[in-house]
């Protein structure tokens, strides 16, 4: 390794060589104007709720899935509303701004087939929602942070999937050899979708702890890496993630390519989960997927 490439993975930054191949090879969404308002917003020492709402109201794809989040189990309390306001007064001004990148990200790659879309986001959210609830029964650990990230984390695949044309068959094939996606992404092409998702979420102005969980949650050794390249904020993130992928795949009877036993295993010991906690999980998990 050089040292230009030992500093960069120790700072956690990325290397001009990583910057260029992503640059050159993929075009990275611009942050839409909707999302930079609605975080300018939350940021503000006493946010306008009402604007807010207003914001998500105007766009019936966010008016849907705000109040299908209030609704979730995550959030919901004894009795379902239909109002955006109320929604919005329930979720939180930091989990407004979720439902408005998450629709806005969503909205960001197109040109692939619609079908594949649908399903991929629809994971994507199954995802976020159970990433949630792992986070919400740990001490320390953010769910609407975890939500977030679980919603990046991966959003560079149809960027990937839309550049190379051989995308897909790739993926069938690692999916087929029991290969971790990132694996083949390394062998065939000039950039993984980690990399290219924590370049996004920089461009985006989202939090920089999650564009370095995003860049480094595929790393066979990210549980050893020193605490100055993957802070422990970072790693909870990613831990919740991968307990949350394992076991939706698990609960639905899919293959899981994206984590594996052994992280999975890791990230259990990690967040500190026992077997007796792990059995109540899975039937939390099981039941928040029934919803979404």
Known sequence: MTDAAENTLNTGELSHDQLQ????????????????????EAQKDEPDLRMLADLITADPSMSAAALKLANSVLYRSSSPISSVRNAVERLGTKIVVCVVVGVALRSSVDGLPAAW?????????????????????QFGISPDAAYTYAL?????????????????????TAKTEGKMLVDAENSY??????????????NWGLPPILGQAIRFHHEPDLYELPDQTLPG????????????EHLTAEVLGEGDFEVGIDLFERA????????????????????????T
């Open 117 to 137: 879309l649908d399903q991929f986001w629809r994971r994507a959210t199954q995802t976020a929602v159970v990433s949630g609830l792992v986070a919400r029964r």
């Open 189 to 202: 092409f000039p950039c993984t979708h980690p990399v290219v998702a924590s370049l996004m979420v920089r």
């Open 233 to 244: 904020s970072a790693l909870s993130l990613i831990a919740v993630t991968q307990i949350a």
């Open 268 to 291: 259990l010991a990690f967040i500190g989960i026992s077997e007796n906690e792990l059995d109540d999980l899975r039937q939390r998990v099981a039941l928040a997927l029934e919803e």
């Open 21 to 40: 191949k992503v640059i050159s090879t993929i075009d990275i969404p611009v942050c839409p104007a909707i999302v930079a308002k609605a975080m300018a």
């Open 152 to 172: 990046f984390h991966d959003a560079a695949i149809p960027m990937m999937m839309k550049r190379f044309k051989e995308y897909e068959r790739v993926m069938a």
